[in-house]
């Protein structure tokens, strides 16, 4: 009689988490599919900024203008980047106004050298009114 208790013991399997598991997996592909969302790429374009003829005197100042037909300018005036740097220095912001055709890696270039004198750099942006 003994002998039938422990094998009745030794027969019994131990707990299934077959369920639990199941359980877990439709859990989180509920989570995936309500929190994800199929999105088309090609319908999140961002389209650039457009400028025409912007009088500078609205614009905020201290202002830096990087354009890819002509030099730069601050405030109106023509800039090298060695006087740049040392007007910088003596800034607590600068504004920079950058066109769609200026290269990005020349636009990051010069707001590094800025902000390397302690200036903050401000990105300006114009929104065209419809």
Not at 49 to 64: G, S, Y
């Amino acid at each position: 009689m003994i002998n039938d208790y422990f094998t009745k013991q030794e027969r019994k399997a131990g707990p299934d988490f077959s369920l639990a598991t199941i359980n877990i997996v439709f859990l989180l592909l509920l989570f995936f599919v309500i929190s994800g969302s199929i999105v088309d790429r090609s319908a999140i374009i961002v389209d650039p900024v457009e400028t025409q003829q912007l009088d500078i005197t609205k614009l905020p100042q201290p202002l830096l203008i990087l354009t890819q037909d002509a030099p730069m300018t601050y405030n109106g005036e023509p800039i090298s980047s060695e006087n740049l740097v040392q007007k910088s220095s003596s800034l607590r912001k600068l504004y920079i106004l950058v066109s769609k055709t200026y290269p990005a890696t020349e636009a990051i270039k010069i707001i590094d050298m800025i902000s390397q004198q302690g200036t903050q750099t401000i990105l300006v942006t114009y929104r065209k009114n419809n």
